[in-house]
């Protein structure tokens, strides 16, 4: 068996590790004079976040791993390079979003997980006492979030990654259009349309407006 994302990188918290921004800086001035153990410092901080994100990107695990590893390996090449102007994390996350979109493009035709190995279901498809208690609600629960990863992977490159950085992983506007390089006005734009299309979609597939309440990336989107 494999390791699961939890397994090998933790579960990451989105928020930073304890001394935030301010820690984060003086890690990466201490990395840029060569600072080895700086280095490693940062790569244990972001590495979870960055694995989840290539991770609901790439949906494979073992890709993401991949990707993960690469993102860091182009980091310390290209510490002298970063000047501040932006936070260590957000040109961090800027490097793993690109490696991912990269990846997806080399690779047309990226496999499509059965749900049982696509590492976005892993909290959706984990065996609880309710499961137990209701598996029919379990079993439509399991529907609806194929259903939604469908219609997620169905957007456009633009829509569907602004979604996953804003709607699946936390990022707020401000964050997302740092990441991305576009204004903020137009995240919220993205995000409005993949939440209509979302909404849409599944709509189409005969889940109707309750089924819909709390569900990831569907809400928010208006009529």
């Given at each position: 068996?494999?390791?699961?994302?939890?397994?090998?990188?933790?579960?990451?918290?989105?928020?930073?590790?304890?001394?935030?921004?301010?820690?984060?800086?003086?890690?990466?001035?201490?990395?840029?004079?060569?600072?080895?153990?700086?280095?490693?410092?940062?790569?244990?901080?972001?590495?979870?976040?960055?694995?989840?994100?290539?991770?609901?990107?790439?949906?494979?695990?073992?890709?993401?791993?991949?990707?993960?590893?690469?993102?860091?390996?182009?980091?310390?090449?290209?510490?002298?390079?970063?000047?501040?102007?932006?936070?260590?994390?957000?040109?961090?996350?800027?490097?793993?979003?690109?490696?991912?979109?990269?990846?997806?493009?080399?690779?047309?035709?990226?496999?499509?997980?059965?749900?049982?190995?696509?590492?976005?279901?892993?909290?959706?498809?984990?065996?609880?006492?309710?499961?137990?208690?209701?598996?029919?609600?379990?079993?439509?629960?399991?529907?609806?979030?194929?259903?939604?990863?469908?219609?997620?992977?169905?957007?456009?490159?633009?829509?569907?990654?602004?979604?996953?950085?804003?709607?699946?992983?936390?990022?707020?506007?401000?964050?997302?259009?740092a990441i991305l390089g576009?204004?903020?006005?137009?995240?919220?734009?993205?995000?409005?349309?993949?939440?209509?299309?979302?909404?849409?979609?599944?709509?189409?597939?005969?889940?109707?407006?309750?089924?819909?309440?709390?569900?990831?990336?569907?809400?928010?989107?208006?009529?």
């Amino acid at each position: 068996m494999g390791e699961r994302e939890g397994d090998r990188y933790g579960d990451g918290d989105p928020a930073p590790a304890s001394g935030g921004k301010t820690r984060d800086r003086a890690l990466f001035d201490a990395a840029k004079t060569g600072d080895r153990a700086a280095f490693a410092e940062i790569v244990q901080r972001f590495q979870p976040r960055v694995y989840r994100v290539a991770c609901h990107m790439l949906r494979d695990r073992a890709l993401a791993e991949d990707v993960t590893q690469e993102v860091f390996v182009r980091c310390w090449r290209a510490l002298a390079s970063f000047d501040g102007r932006s936070e260590p994390f957000t040109w961090v996350y800027r490097i793993a979003v690109n490696l991912s979109l990269n990846t997806i493009r080399s690779r047309k035709n990226l496999r499509k997980n059965d749900p049982i190995d696509d590492p976005r279901f892993a909290g959706v498809l984990v065996e609880t006492k309710d499961s137990h208690r209701d598996p029919q609600g379990a079993a439509a629960r399991r529907q609806l979030y194929e259903a939604l990863a469908d219609a997620i992977d169905g957007l456009s490159e633009t829509l569907r990654t602004t979604l996953i950085l804003v709607a699946i992983d936390g990022r707020s506007h401000e964050e997302a259009a740092a990441i991305l390089g576009a204004p903020e006005g137009t995240i919220a734009w993205r995000i409005h349309e993949a939440r209509k299309k979302l909404r849409k979609a599944l709509l189409e597939k005969g889940f109707d407006e309750g089924a819909l309440e709390g569900v990831a990336g569907t809400q928010g989107s208006g009529p």
